[in-house]
């Protein structure tokens, strides 16, 4: 059950980040004027991608579970070295902030960048899912591990309460949590930072972390469906693409793996589709998650 949502999230940020790629950086009217409702994994966008290609999204976050998975548990240098191979592989995207961070990393060696007031943009949310399934189970370590990946390239106070707050919801969704308990960590956000009050949202959804998490909260809480959610988020434009695999992953998270639609599945780049589900699997296998460890082995000595 936990392993199914797991793979749901990961599955869901790809699905998120393929769908909103092609409505990236449009407004909501062009958006109208082009699809009407844009409904289908057809890429295009300005990246002009083929149908089911995903981006940086999908792929930092890629960087960041094999890194994970392939050292058996946290590996900050490994994450950045995942980091540095993909940003030498010239990738179809890469935003600014992502590039300068790898870059120090590069030059210097630096896993933790210094706070920056130009920092608040949502590169470290947007692959945050992978760090919340390996500590699914771990309040602490959540907090620990999502800051660490976070710093490597953003260092905003903004941009660590968002992670935060994101981390405990994907964990509380996972664990089966209803919508009332998600939105009370929402609320515990904006209590902290209320900046990201997002009852009266009016459809900013740019790179500005704040906008990014309004945005996907916003159509979290008025839909009732995985897909609804997506199709309100992508056709907010602006950061689609972003905005789509965040709210792709706490949604997958909260619908489970029955909810994706097929038509959408089928279009995702299959060895996409089933690397995050493997990988999706493997952090919840590392985690320390209770009640998915083989049973111990106590009490079979010698009666
Ligand atoms: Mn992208
Ligand atoms: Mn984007």
Request: aromatic share 8%; hydrophobic share 40%; charged share 20%.
């Amino acid at each position: 059950m936990v392993t199914d949502r797991a793979r749901a999230a990961f599955l869901g940020l790809a699905l998120g980040d393929a769908l909103g790629a092609t409505t990236e950086f449009m407004t909501p009217g062009e958006i109208r004027n082009q699809y009407k409702v844009h409904r289908q994994i057809i890429g295009g966008g300005w990246l002009n991608l083929k149908p089911g290609r995903v981006t940086d999204d999908t792929e930092m976050s890629l960087c960041v579970a094999r890194a994970i998975v392939d050292r058996g548990g946290w590996d900050l240098p490994a994450i950045a070295d995942n980091f540095l191979a993909w940003m030498k592989s010239k990738p179809i995207d890469i935003g600014s902030t992502c590039r300068k961070g790898i870059r120090d990393y590069l030059l210097s060696g630096n896993l933790e960048q210094p706070y920056s007031d130009n920092d608040a943009g949502n590169g470290a949310l947007m692959r945050l899912l992978p760090t919340a399934l390996y500590t699914l189970g771990d309040a602490a370590l959540l907090r620990r591990c999502a800051i660490e990946q976070a710093h490597l390239t953003h260092h905003h106070p903004l941009s660590d309460a968002a992670c935060l707050a994101f981390g405990k919801m994907i964990h509380a969704a996972l664990s089966g949590a209803d919508r009332f308990a998600l939105h009370a960590i929402a609320r515990d956000l904006i209590a902290a930072y209320p900046k990201f009050h997002f009852n009266d949202y009016r459809g900013h959804a740019g790179g500005y972390v704040v906008e990014t998490m309004q945005t996907v909260l916003h159509y979290f809480f008025t839909t009732d469906s995985f897909e609804n959610c997506l199709i309100g988020i992508v056709n907010q434009g602006g950061d689609a693409d972003t905005t789509g695999a965040i709210g792709g992953a706490l949604a997958g998270a909260f619908y489970g793996m029955e909810q994706l639609p097929r038509a959408w599945t089928k279009k995702l780049d299959p060895a996409v589709s089933v690397e995050v589900q493997r990988l999706a699997g493997e952090l919840i296998r590392l985690s320390p998650s209770p009640g998915l460890r083989p049973p111990s082995p106590i009490g079979r000595g010698d009666s």
